[in-house]
């Protein structure tokens, strides 16, 4: 925070927001037919954004972050859309096993990085939505874009501009915010469609634009973003 120019008064608040995602994701695990959108909602340009992507037939990727209650968001997205996210099984078994069923409850669908891209494939054939964070380290060195981000340089993972590319579905960059101290708003970041016979070159714009939108959404929000993960650390070669 110190390097972002960021005050350090905002840490405990994030605490404080974490916390509040805690109590958020137990209360709604024990109530899966509770709508996630009495407590969390989409904004219109994003929600128009998503509904023209399915419409088109073509669904789209979902670049996020861990802002806000990721979990919540997910869960608020899928009420309305078919959603797969693609994220990595927790190192806690006990923890892994109930994310997935809360997840399983929401009809939320679960992709590992294990054959990961090919299940998106078939997702966004499909016309649905295909979320992947673009704020951890990528497992892989040669998947990774260095790209300034709050004060120093990090590897951010070109997959899910590449999956985008690969299927000419856009790269939807949304993220949530706590508004007044309570309910969630998921807003739109940026939009970015991949022309005909999209490139490297492409793929590495849209990584960066994507980031850059991040780091605006993080300094306007700085109580939103997980700070305390490894960010900032390199992938394995």
Known sequence: MQRAGIARSFASAMYR???ASLVELLWLARRPAFPASRLASLDPDLRAALDRAVASGRGAVVATAHTGNW?????VIAERYPL????????VGWVERFCQRARA???ITVALPA???SRAQEALRRGELVAMVIDQVPDRGRHALPVEFLGAWADVDRS???LA???R????VASAHRVDGSCQRLELLAALDPPDHARRAWVDHATREATVALERFVRAHPSEWLWMHRRWRHPAS
């Open 105 to 107: 409850s929401r009809r």
């Open 165 to 167: 590319a690969s299927m």
């Open 169 to 172: 579905a856009p790269l939807i």
């Open 71 to 75: 979990e919540l968001a997910a869960a």
């Open 84 to 91: 797969t996210v693609v994220a990595k099984a927790m190192h």
């Open 115 to 117: 054959g990961a891209m």
């Open 17 to 19: 927001s974490l916390g």
């Open 160 to 162: 899910p501009a590449a």
